[in-house]
C-alpha cells in the first residue's frame, strides 16, 4: 500500500495569508494526486486533481504543485470560506488519503 | 445533478454482516468507476474500495481485504457493499463516491452524503 503523509496536522492562519500544506508519499505516484476539502458535516469537495490542475469551479487562489513524491497545496490569501480540513489523495494504485490538515482562524 | 444516496447503515453487533447501497442518478453510471470512502468519528477519510465501470477491476484496503466485497449493478445504476465479519474499528460514515474515469485510476468528483455504520455490542 502507499502510505500518504502531510503535514502540518494543524494549521493557524489569518484571512488573507499565504498558507502551504505538504503531501508526502511513501513511493512514487507521478503526478497521481489530489486534493479535497471537507468541512464539518460534509462531504469531501475535490479542488486539484493530477497534482496541479484546478476542478472546475475551484478558485484561482487555490493551487497545487509537485510532482513523485512530494506535493503542495497552497491557498495563496485566505478567504473564511476556506477554513476546513484538506486531504491528499494518491490515485496511482488504488487509492488513499493522507490523515488531513485542519486549517484554522488563528 | 450528480446525486449519490447511500443506505444500509445500521448498528451492528461485532462479527455480524451488512450491506451497503449507494443508488446514483443524474450522470451515466455504467460508464464510471464507484468507490466505497469511510470516515470513523473525529478522523480522517479511508479509502475502502473501488470497481471499474464493467465490474473488471475491483480493489481493497487491506483492513477490509477478505471480509467486505464489492459490486454493482449497471441496470439499477446502483453499488453496494458486502461487509461481514464486521469490527469495532469498521465503525464509521461510509461514502458512496464516483470517480471521474472508467477505472480505478482516477480522482473523485462526485460524493454521496453518506450512511452511518456502528458496531456495537
Known amino acids: 500500500d502507499i502510505q500518504m503523509t502531510q503535514s502540518p496536522p494543524t494549521l493557524s492562519a489569518s484571512v488573507g495569508d499565504r498558507v502551504t500544506i505538504t503531501c508526502r508519499a511513501s513511493?512514487?505516484?507521478?503526478?497521481?494526486l489530489a486534493w479535497y476539502q471537507q468541512k464539518p458535516g460534509k462531504a469531501p469537495k475535490l479542488l486539484i486533481y493530477?497534482?496541479?490542475i484546478l476542478e472546475s469551479g475551484v478558485p484561482s487562489r487555490f493551487s497545487g504543485s509537485g510532482s513523485g513524491t512530494e506535493f503542495t497545496l497552497t491557498i495563496s490569501s485566505l478567504q473564511p470560506d476556506d477554513f476546513a480540513t484538506y486531504y491528499c489523495?494518491?490515485?496511482?494504485?488504488?487509492?488513499?488519503f493522507g490523515q488531513g490538515t485542519k486549517l484554522e482562524i488563528k | 445533478e450528480v446525486q449519490l444516496v447511500e443506505s444500509g447503515g445500521d448498528l451492528v453487533q461485532p462479527g455480524r454482516s451488512l450491506r451497503l447501497s449507494c443508488v446514483a442518478s443524474?450522470?451515466?453510471?455504467?460508464?464510471?468507476?464507484v468507490h466505497w470512502v469511510r470516515q470513523a468519528p473525529g478522523k480522517g477519510l479511508e479509502w475502502v474500495s473501488g470497481?471499474?465501470?464493467?465490474?473488471?477491476?475491483?480493489g481493497f484496503a487491506d483492513s477490509v481485504k477478505g471480509r467486505f466485497t464489492i459490486s454493482r449493478d449497471n441496470a439499477k445504476n446502483s453499488l453496494y457493499l458486502q461487509m461481514n465479519d464486521l469490527r469495532a474499528e469498521d465503525m464509521a460514515l461510509y461514502y458512496c463516491?464516483?470517480?471521474?474515469?472508467?477505472?480505478?485510476?482516477?480522482?473523485?468528483?462526485?460524493w454521496g452524503q453518506g450512511t452511518l455504520v456502528t458496531v456495537a455490542s
Open positions: 443524474g450522470f451515466a453510471f455504467d460508464d464510471f468507476a
Open positions: 489523495q494518491q490515485y496511482d494504485i488504488y487509492s488513499s
Open positions: 493530477k497534482a496541479s
Open positions: 463516491a464516483k470517480s471521474s474515469r472508467q477505472w480505478l485510476d482516477a480522482p473523485f468528483d462526485y
Open positions: 513511493q512514487s505516484i507521478s503526478s497521481w
Open positions: 470497481i471499474s465501470f464493467n465490474s473488471g477491476v475491483i
